[in-house]
């Protein structure tokens, strides 16, 4: 069963940058999209970006379009999202999985954008 496990989160300024990372056990990971979430306390759980299982088409969510960036490693089973210009409301714990056919859900990564 493919695992996922979350890292990259912290406390950052605003303006600042983060890059987080997802990395998934299991050899299919390479043949499945993935996605970045987020969930801010109170609030249901966002698709805030997407990419296919080979990397060429990425979809974002407007609220983070030009600021964030996923990408994706098929030979270490590792799915990035480079976060930049962060604002206070992108506070909240980003999680990865598949957007496609979601998996049980990692623990997520906490990021906190605040002076």
């Known amino acids: 069963q493919v695992q996922l496990v979350e890292s990259g989160g912290g406390l950052v300024q605003p303006g600042g940058s983060l890059r987080l990372s997802c990395a998934a056990s299991g050899s299919i990971f390479r043949i499945n999209g993935m996605g970045w979430y987020r969930q801010a306390p109170g609030k249901q759980r966002d698709l805030v970006a997407s990419i296919t299982s080979s990397g060429l088409i990425t979809n974002y969510a407007d609220s983070v379009k030009g600021r964030f960036t996923i990408s994706r490693d098929n030979a270490k089973n590792t799915a990035y999202l480079q976060m930049s210009n962060l604002k206070p409301e992108d506070t909240a714990v980003y999680y990865c999985?598949?957007?496609?056919?979601?998996?049980?859900w990692g623990q997520g990564t906490q990021v906190t954008v605040s002076s």
């Open positions: 999985n598949n957007p496609w056919a979601p998996i049980p």
